[in-house]
């Protein structure tokens, strides 16, 4: 199973345009790559999926270079209500998703 | 329902004590999941089913944890025996299809203390 590694923690203020970058350096050839975000108190939330070059929503950009080890979430001009613990997973259909610490991502106005 | 829903959303029991907790899935969907998510940390995967068949129970940690989803729709996941380690927050997800990379749902969790 891939391992993923990002932030533990980032700040940004209001308005900005937030990166929050996973790297996943043993990444197969089948894994999709997702992002979830979690409010205190909640559960986790999709955010994005994609496997290969750029992915966008009404909420989120996730950019994948070539070689996919390693993902960007980018958060457009973020509010203070943007402030949570985003998740990057990386797994395949025959998998269950291993999910890391996640990075606390803190907005301040 | 609206969305996937879970029950009690908090449970108090003394350690030695059997619980028993209850997740209600978003209607037709195919796949549930069990996670136990401790404070500051991501979910950690329990088991999960596909309709009724429980398809991967790894992550259980140890016997006295079982799940089941007789009808395939409402599961329950119980704890026998329960200890003080057993305290968590237990989270239920569910998902249209039935692989994991779907989109997963996640109910509002039942956060268990064991005294």
């Known amino acids: 199973l891939a391992k993923t590694t990002q932030p533990i923690s980032m700040d940004s203020y209001e308005g900005q345009e937030v990166n929050i970058t996973c790297s996943h350096n043993n990444i197969a050839t089948n894994d999709y790559i997702t992002w979830y975000q979690q409010f205190p108190s909640q559960g986790p939330r999709f955010i994005i999926q994609?496997?290969?070059?750029?992915v966008t929503n009404e909420v989120a950009s996730l950019f994948i270079p070539a070689d996919r080890k390693s993902s960007t979430l980018s958060l457009p001009r973020v509010s203070l209500s943007d402030t949570a613990v985003y998740y990057c997973l990386v797994g395949d259909r025959n998998y269950q998703l291993i999910w890391g610490a996640g990075t606390k991502l803190i907005i301040k106005p | 329902g609206a969305g996937v829903s879970q029950s009690p959303r908090y449970k108090v029991t003394k350690r030695g004590q059997d619980v028993a907790l209850r997740c209600d899935p978003i209607s037709g969907h195919v796949s549930l999941y069990w996670y136990r998510q401790a404070l500051g940390q991501g979910p950690e995967f329990l088991t999960y089913f596909n309709y009724e068949a429980q398809q991967d129970k790894s992550g259980l940690p140890n016997d006295r944890f079982s799940a089941e989803r007789p009808e395939g729709s409402i599961s329950t996941l119980t704890i026998q025996r329960t200890e003080q380690r057993d305290s968590a927050m237990y989270r239920c997800a569910s998902s249209l299809g039935h692989i994991p990379q779907e989109t997963q749902y996640f109910g509002p969790g039942t956060r268990l203390l064991v005294l």
């Open positions: 994609g496997y290969k070059t750029k």
